[in-house]
């Protein structure tokens, strides 16, 4: 079972990260769960991974995969430890993380370790994830704060997952400075014309406004992939 494994243990070994969502922009909150995660837990490398349609979401303003997949491109073009992956965007339709893992635990090979970084919001939501069990087997849970959310598991997780995956999560949990950043507050501001400075990759807010994502005037579907 990988998630049984004590963290001294990890230390050198292929250590991937996997930041999952739909990205609809990503912004500075999304960049400094990964920074913070490859850090403290040493991963060698992570993953951004732009879902083509998130399984428990709903959107009347997502923007096209092939944006969504650029922005994140743009914002970690500087980070040798990030790469972007295409994976579950080329599946089209919803895609499921035990679908995901088992893809990269074959690409990278089955000694590699595999951290899911998620926010205490998404954690939240592990019980309705897909063979949720059989998941907690396959990887690390990486629980980040978030405000406005809990980072306890609920009792229901608690007992579909067991003892020693509940104690490797409380080992993994990441506390950082509250970040009141979202990508629902982003895309508001960009309808109403408000300012977005900071809250993004200064690339990335280049990306939106030459496209005109998420504005009334929005231009026209992405056509490069």
């Known amino acids: 079972m990988r998630a049984n494994k004590n963290i001294s243990d990890l230390s050198h070994k292929n250590n991937i990260g996997i930041l999952g969502g739909t990205f609809n922009p990503i912004h ?8 913070e995660a490859s850090k403290r837990h040493h991963l060698s490398k992570v993953v951004i991974m732009p879902t083509y349609i998130p399984p428990h979401k ?3 303003d997502l923007a096209d995969a092939g944006h969504r997949y ?8 500087k980070n040798d430890k990030f790469e972007v992956s295409y994976l579950e965007i080329k599946r089209k339709g919803r895609s499921y993380t035990i679908d995901t893992v088992h893809e990269i635990l074959k690409h990278y090979g089955e000694e590699c370790e595999v951290f899911l970084i998620m926010g205490a919001d998404s954690s939240n939501e592990l019980e309705l994830w897909k063979d949720i069990k059989k998941l907690s087997q396959l990887c690390h849970f990486v629980i980040v704060n978030r405000p406005g959310f809990s980072t306890d598991v609920s009792p229901r997780l608690a007992e579909l997952i067991g003892d020693d995956v509940m104690s ?13 950043i979202s990508s629902t507050d ?5 309808k109403n014309g408000t300012e977005i400075k900071g809250l993004v990759p200064e690339c990335v807010e280049a990306y939106i406004r030459e496209h005109g994502l998420y504005s009334p005037l929005k231009k026209g579907d992405y056509r490069g992939l």
Do not use: C, S, T, Y
């Not at 500075?28 to 920074?35: F, Q, R, V």
């Open 28 to 35: 500075m909150g999304h960049l400094i769960m990964a920074e």
């Open 58 to 60: 709903h959107f009347d």
């Open 70 to 77: 650029q922005m994140v491109r743009e914002a970690i073009n």
């Open 168 to 180: 490797d999560i409380e080992r993994l949990r990441i506390e950082i400075e509250p970040v009141r």
């Open 186 to 190: 982003i895309r508001k501001r960009l």
